[in-house]
Protein backbone atom coordinates (compact mmCIF):
# COMPACT_ATOMS: atom_id res chain seq x y z
CA UNK A 1 0.00 0.00 0.00
CA UNK A 2 1.27 3.50 -1.10
CA UNK A 3 1.42 5.76 2.10
CA UNK A 4 2.85 9.15 1.58
CA UNK A 5 1.43 11.39 4.46
CA UNK A 6 2.35 10.67 8.30
CA UNK A 7 2.50 12.27 11.90
CA UNK A 8 4.22 10.57 14.04
CA UNK A 9 4.90 11.92 18.04
CA UNK A 10 9.08 11.17 18.84
CA UNK A 11 10.55 11.80 22.11
CA UNK A 12 14.51 11.03 23.09
CA UNK A 13 15.43 9.16 25.76
CA UNK A 14 15.34 11.02 29.47
CA UNK A 15 18.99 11.34 31.12
CA UNK A 16 19.78 8.83 33.99
CA UNK A 17 20.34 10.43 37.47
CA UNK A 18 22.84 10.89 39.26
CA UNK A 19 24.11 9.02 42.03
CA UNK A 20 24.39 9.89 45.76
CA UNK A 21 27.03 6.91 46.71
CA UNK A 22 29.24 7.48 49.65
CA UNK A 23 32.04 4.89 50.04
CA UNK A 24 31.04 1.89 52.53
CA UNK A 25 34.64 0.75 53.08
CA UNK A 26 36.19 -1.68 56.49
CA UNK A 27 38.33 0.96 58.21
CA UNK A 28 37.12 4.08 56.23
CA UNK A 29 34.46 5.64 58.89
CA UNK A 30 33.86 8.93 56.71
CA UNK A 31 34.02 7.41 53.30
CA UNK A 32 34.02 10.67 50.33
CA UNK A 33 31.84 10.83 48.05
CA UNK A 34 31.93 8.20 45.02
CA UNK A 35 28.27 8.52 42.97
CA UNK A 36 29.05 8.12 38.90
CA UNK A 37 26.71 10.33 36.93
CA UNK A 38 24.05 9.64 35.09
CA UNK A 39 23.71 8.50 31.24
CA UNK A 40 22.15 10.52 28.61
CA UNK A 41 19.30 9.81 27.14
CA UNK A 42 19.46 8.24 23.12
CA UNK A 43 18.20 10.09 20.34
CA UNK A 44 15.86 9.90 17.68
CA UNK A 45 16.73 10.03 14.49
CA UNK A 46 15.24 10.03 10.84
CA UNK A 47 16.99 7.71 8.44
CA UNK A 48 16.28 8.02 4.59
CA UNK A 49 16.55 4.61 3.18
CA UNK A 50 17.45 3.78 -0.09
CA UNK A 51 14.79 0.96 -1.94
CA UNK A 52 11.74 2.41 0.55
CA UNK A 53 8.65 4.39 -1.31
CA UNK A 54 6.32 4.27 1.29
CA UNK A 55 5.24 5.77 4.72
CA UNK A 56 3.36 2.49 5.11
CA UNK A 57 5.06 1.48 8.36
CA UNK A 58 4.84 4.37 10.42
CA UNK A 59 1.46 4.48 9.94
CA UNK A 60 0.92 1.18 12.45
CA UNK A 61 3.53 3.38 14.79
CA UNK A 62 2.48 6.65 16.54
CA UNK A 63 5.00 6.77 19.29
CA UNK A 64 8.32 6.55 18.75
CA UNK A 65 10.86 7.00 22.07
CA UNK A 66 14.52 6.47 22.48
CA UNK A 67 15.92 4.83 25.21
CA UNK A 68 16.78 6.38 28.56
CA UNK A 69 20.07 6.79 29.80
CA UNK A 70 21.11 4.25 32.80
CA UNK A 71 21.26 6.04 36.71
CA UNK A 72 24.81 6.83 37.85
CA UNK A 73 26.00 4.31 40.77
CA UNK A 74 28.37 3.83 43.45
CA UNK A 75 31.89 3.20 42.97
CA UNK A 76 31.86 6.42 40.50
CA UNK A 77 30.25 4.35 37.73
CA UNK A 78 28.72 6.02 35.47
CA UNK A 79 25.10 5.09 33.46
CA UNK A 80 25.46 4.17 30.43
CA UNK A 81 23.93 6.35 27.58
CA UNK A 82 20.46 5.53 26.03
CA UNK A 83 20.44 3.83 22.45
CA UNK A 84 19.53 6.02 19.84
CA UNK A 85 16.38 5.34 17.90
CA UNK A 86 16.49 5.32 13.83
CA UNK A 87 13.56 5.73 12.15
CA UNK A 88 13.65 4.89 8.38
CA UNK A 89 11.62 6.21 5.60
CA UNK A 90 12.04 6.72 1.81
CA UNK A 91 14.39 9.26 0.24
CA UNK A 92 12.45 12.82 -0.79
CA UNK A 93 10.47 12.55 2.90
CA UNK A 94 9.93 16.12 4.12
CA UNK A 95 10.23 16.50 7.98
CA UNK A 96 7.58 19.17 9.48
CA UNK A 97 6.99 20.13 12.95
CA UNK A 98 3.34 19.60 13.48
CA UNK A 99 2.69 22.44 15.58
CA UNK A 100 4.63 25.20 14.45
CA UNK A 101 4.54 24.13 10.35
CA UNK A 102 8.21 24.69 9.96
CA UNK A 103 10.04 22.28 7.53
CA UNK A 104 12.62 21.09 9.79
CA UNK A 105 14.53 18.56 7.09
CA UNK A 106 14.19 17.53 3.45
CA UNK A 107 15.53 13.69 3.21
CA UNK A 108 16.70 14.24 -0.28
CA UNK A 109 19.79 11.69 0.00
CA UNK A 110 19.71 7.96 0.96
CA UNK A 111 21.91 7.09 4.50
CA UNK A 112 21.40 10.38 5.65
CA UNK A 113 20.45 11.04 9.46
CA UNK A 114 18.75 13.80 10.78
CA UNK A 115 18.39 14.09 14.58
CA UNK A 116 14.89 15.11 15.21
CA UNK A 117 14.54 15.43 19.15
CA UNK A 118 17.68 14.66 21.41
CA UNK A 119 17.83 12.42 24.18
CA UNK A 120 18.03 14.21 27.32
CA UNK A 121 21.22 14.78 29.68
CA UNK A 122 22.47 12.84 32.30
CA UNK A 123 22.54 14.22 36.05
CA UNK A 124 26.02 14.55 37.79
CA UNK A 125 26.55 12.06 40.79
CA UNK A 126 27.42 13.61 44.51
CA UNK A 127 31.39 13.91 44.00
CA UNK A 128 30.97 17.04 41.67
CA UNK A 129 29.36 18.55 44.73
CA UNK A 130 32.75 18.26 46.99
CA UNK A 131 34.72 21.48 48.56
CA UNK A 132 37.07 21.86 51.33
CA UNK A 133 34.02 22.54 53.75
CA UNK A 134 31.35 20.20 52.12
CA UNK A 135 33.15 16.90 52.25
CA UNK A 136 30.27 13.94 52.38
CA UNK A 137 27.84 15.42 49.81
CA UNK A 138 24.59 13.83 49.09
CA UNK A 139 23.89 16.42 46.46
CA UNK A 140 23.04 14.86 43.19
CA UNK A 141 20.96 15.91 39.96
CA UNK A 142 18.50 13.72 38.01
CA UNK A 143 18.58 13.52 34.71
CA UNK A 144 16.91 15.74 32.34
CA UNK A 145 14.13 14.80 30.48
CA UNK A 146 14.41 14.30 26.38
CA UNK A 147 12.94 16.81 24.08
CA UNK A 148 9.34 15.54 22.52
CA UNK A 149 7.78 16.78 18.94
CA UNK A 150 4.86 15.65 17.15
CA UNK A 151 6.09 15.36 13.26
CA UNK A 152 4.35 15.59 10.31
CA UNK A 153 6.04 13.55 7.21
CA UNK A 154 5.25 14.23 3.54
CA UNK A 155 6.77 11.50 1.06
CA UNK A 156 7.94 13.30 -2.52
CA UNK A 157 8.69 10.39 -4.79
CA UNK A 158 12.22 11.23 -6.62
CA UNK A 159 12.44 9.98 -10.29
CA UNK A 160 14.13 11.05 -12.95
CA UNK A 161 11.45 10.68 -15.54
CA UNK A 162 7.28 11.54 -14.58
CA UNK A 163 4.72 9.90 -17.08
CA UNK A 164 1.73 12.56 -16.98
CA UNK A 165 -1.66 12.46 -18.65
CA UNK A 166 -5.18 11.34 -18.93
CA UNK A 167 -6.40 8.13 -17.18
CA UNK A 168 -6.10 5.54 -19.90
CA UNK A 169 -3.46 7.35 -22.22
CA UNK A 170 -0.76 4.10 -21.71
CA UNK A 171 1.25 5.28 -18.69
CA UNK A 172 1.31 1.96 -16.68
CA UNK A 173 1.30 -0.02 -19.99
CA UNK A 174 4.11 1.87 -20.87
CA UNK A 175 6.05 2.05 -17.13
CA UNK A 176 5.20 -2.16 -17.53
CA UNK A 177 7.15 -2.50 -20.55
CA UNK A 178 10.02 -0.26 -20.05
CA UNK A 179 10.67 -1.90 -16.27
CA UNK A 180 10.19 -4.88 -13.95
CA UNK A 181 7.46 -2.67 -12.51
CA UNK A 182 3.80 -4.40 -12.45
CA UNK A 183 1.23 -1.65 -12.16
CA UNK A 184 -2.67 -2.53 -12.68
CA UNK A 185 -3.54 -2.02 -16.36
CA UNK A 186 -7.52 -2.22 -17.26
CA UNK A 187 -9.45 -0.60 -19.73
CA UNK A 188 -11.33 1.80 -17.36
CA UNK A 189 -10.14 5.20 -15.84
CA UNK A 190 -8.30 5.99 -12.90
CA UNK A 191 -6.97 2.28 -13.09
CA UNK A 192 -3.81 3.46 -10.79
CA UNK A 193 -4.85 4.95 -7.69
CA UNK A 194 -0.97 4.91 -6.50
CA UNK A 195 2.11 6.32 -8.40
CA UNK A 196 4.43 3.46 -9.40
CA UNK A 197 8.38 3.74 -9.55
CA UNK A 198 10.31 1.57 -12.28
CA UNK A 199 13.87 1.46 -12.76
CA UNK A 200 14.49 1.65 -16.40
CA UNK A 201 17.55 -0.07 -17.98
CA UNK A 202 19.32 1.21 -21.09
CA UNK A 203 22.69 -0.19 -22.98
CA UNK A 204 25.76 1.12 -21.85
CA UNK A 205 24.76 1.07 -17.94
CA UNK A 206 22.32 3.72 -17.98
CA UNK A 207 19.42 3.77 -16.39
CA UNK A 208 17.40 6.21 -14.94
CA UNK A 209 13.56 5.79 -12.44
CA UNK A 210 10.65 6.24 -14.16
CA UNK A 211 7.41 7.20 -11.98
CA UNK A 212 4.04 6.40 -13.58
CA UNK A 213 1.68 8.76 -11.84
CA UNK A 214 -2.06 9.10 -11.39
CA UNK A 215 -3.96 10.34 -14.18
CA UNK A 216 -5.24 13.50 -13.82
CA UNK A 217 -7.92 15.46 -15.07
CA UNK A 218 -9.31 19.08 -15.56
CA UNK A 219 -9.74 20.80 -12.08
CA UNK A 220 -7.45 18.28 -10.45
CA UNK A 221 -5.74 21.37 -8.67
CA UNK A 222 -9.43 21.72 -6.78
CA UNK A 223 -9.53 17.76 -6.05
CA UNK A 224 -11.77 16.53 -9.40
CA UNK A 225 -10.89 13.31 -9.78
CA UNK A 226 -8.04 12.21 -7.85
CA UNK A 227 -7.62 16.11 -7.13
CA UNK A 228 -3.98 17.35 -6.42
CA UNK A 229 -3.10 13.99 -3.77
CA UNK A 230 -0.29 13.12 -6.10
CA UNK A 231 1.29 16.00 -8.23
CA UNK A 232 3.47 17.17 -5.43
CA UNK A 233 5.27 13.96 -6.66
CA UNK A 234 5.69 15.41 -9.69
CA UNK A 235 7.93 18.18 -8.58
CA UNK A 236 11.02 15.62 -7.51
CA UNK A 237 10.92 14.56 -11.51
CA UNK A 238 13.84 15.94 -13.90
CA UNK A 239 11.26 15.21 -17.15
CA UNK A 240 7.76 15.24 -17.82
CA UNK A 241 6.89 12.80 -20.57
CA UNK A 242 3.40 13.62 -21.51
CA UNK A 243 1.56 10.97 -22.86
CA UNK A 244 -1.09 11.73 -25.50
CA UNK A 245 -4.08 9.11 -26.83
CA UNK A 246 -4.84 11.09 -30.14
CA UNK A 247 -7.21 7.87 -30.44
CA UNK A 248 -9.19 6.75 -27.83
CA UNK A 249 -10.10 9.91 -25.66
CA UNK A 250 -13.20 11.52 -26.50
CA UNK A 251 -12.79 15.39 -27.24
CA UNK A 252 -9.82 16.94 -28.61
CA UNK A 253 -6.20 15.63 -28.31
CA UNK A 254 -4.89 19.25 -28.24
CA UNK A 255 -7.44 20.58 -25.60
CA UNK A 256 -6.87 17.67 -23.38
CA UNK A 257 -2.95 18.64 -23.37
CA UNK A 258 -3.55 22.22 -22.70
CA UNK A 259 -5.70 20.92 -19.59
CA UNK A 260 -3.17 18.34 -18.06
CA UNK A 261 -0.82 21.50 -18.53
CA UNK A 262 -2.82 24.23 -16.87
CA UNK A 263 -3.73 21.75 -13.92
CA UNK A 264 0.99 21.49 -13.28
CA UNK A 265 1.17 25.25 -14.13
CA UNK A 266 -1.33 26.29 -11.54
CA UNK A 267 -0.27 23.72 -9.17
CA UNK A 268 3.80 25.03 -8.97
CA UNK A 269 5.67 27.16 -11.30
CA UNK A 270 8.43 24.55 -10.36
CA UNK A 271 6.61 22.23 -13.03
CA UNK A 272 5.59 24.68 -15.89
CA UNK A 273 9.49 25.02 -16.62
CA UNK A 274 10.67 21.20 -16.20
CA UNK A 275 11.83 20.38 -19.30
CA UNK A 276 8.97 18.17 -21.40
CA UNK A 277 8.75 15.31 -23.59
CA UNK A 278 5.44 14.95 -25.98
CA UNK A 279 4.91 10.97 -26.86
CA UNK A 280 1.49 9.95 -28.55
CA UNK A 281 0.36 6.50 -27.49
CA UNK A 282 -1.48 3.79 -28.60
CA UNK A 283 -0.14 3.84 -32.60
CA UNK A 284 -0.63 0.44 -33.15
CA UNK A 285 -4.42 1.44 -33.13
CA UNK A 286 -6.46 2.05 -36.12
CA UNK A 287 -6.30 5.97 -37.48
CA UNK A 288 -3.63 6.64 -34.85
CA UNK A 289 -1.16 7.57 -37.52
CA UNK A 290 -3.29 10.07 -39.33
CA UNK A 291 -4.70 11.24 -35.75
CA UNK A 292 -1.23 11.99 -34.57
CA UNK A 293 -0.51 14.09 -37.84
CA UNK A 294 -3.53 16.73 -36.90
CA UNK A 295 -2.15 16.49 -33.83
CA UNK A 296 1.00 18.06 -34.19
CA UNK A 297 0.22 20.24 -36.64
CA UNK A 298 -2.40 21.85 -34.29
CA UNK A 299 -0.17 21.69 -31.34
CA UNK A 300 3.23 23.13 -33.44
CA UNK A 301 5.42 21.06 -31.82
CA UNK A 302 7.39 18.28 -32.17
CA UNK A 303 6.07 15.21 -30.59
CA UNK A 304 7.18 10.78 -30.69
CA UNK A 305 5.13 8.01 -31.51
CA UNK A 306 5.24 5.44 -29.95
CA UNK A 307 2.99 1.79 -29.14
CA UNK A 308 3.92 0.08 -25.78
CA UNK A 309 2.20 -2.88 -27.32
CA UNK A 310 4.35 -3.46 -30.56
CA UNK A 311 7.21 -2.01 -29.26
CA UNK A 312 7.16 0.62 -32.04
CA UNK A 313 9.56 3.97 -31.39
CA UNK A 314 10.61 2.63 -27.56
CA UNK A 315 13.95 2.83 -28.52
CA UNK A 316 14.36 6.39 -30.45
CA UNK A 317 12.16 7.45 -27.14
CA UNK A 318 13.89 6.36 -24.61
CA UNK A 319 17.40 7.71 -26.06
CA UNK A 320 15.18 11.41 -26.02
CA UNK A 321 14.53 10.87 -22.57
CA UNK A 322 18.10 10.06 -21.50
CA UNK A 323 19.50 12.90 -23.31
CA UNK A 324 16.65 15.33 -21.52
CA UNK A 325 17.60 13.14 -18.25
CA UNK A 326 21.58 13.76 -18.59
CA UNK A 327 21.36 17.48 -19.31
CA UNK A 328 18.59 17.62 -16.24
CA UNK A 329 21.09 16.15 -13.95
CA UNK A 330 24.07 18.49 -15.40
CA UNK A 331 22.19 21.47 -14.27
CA UNK A 332 21.67 20.04 -11.12
CA UNK A 333 25.14 19.52 -10.85
CA UNK A 334 26.21 22.99 -11.56
CA UNK A 335 22.91 25.20 -9.60
CA UNK A 336 24.77 22.67 -6.96
CA UNK A 337 28.21 23.86 -7.08
CA UNK A 338 27.23 27.37 -7.95
CA UNK A 339 25.28 27.69 -4.07
Known sequence: MFIDEAEIYVRGGDGGNGSPSLRREKFVPRGGPDGGDGGDGGGVYLLAEAGLDTLLDLKGKHHWIAEPGKHGRGKNMHGRRGKDLHIKVPPGTLIYDRDTGMLLKDLVEADQPVLVAAGGPGGRGNKHFTSPTHQTPREFEQGLPGQERHLRLELKLIAD??????????????????????????????????????????????????????????????????????????????????????????????????????????????????????????????????????????????????????????????????????AARGDASQVAESV
Open 161 to 326: VGLVGLPNAGKSTLLSRLSRARPKIADYPFTTLEPQLGIVEMSGYRRFVMADLPGLIEGAHEGRGLGDTFLRHIERTRVIVHLVDVVGTEGDPVEHYHAIRNELNKYSQILAIKPELIVISKLDLTDADELADVFVEEMGKPALRISAATGNGLDAMLDRIWRMVE
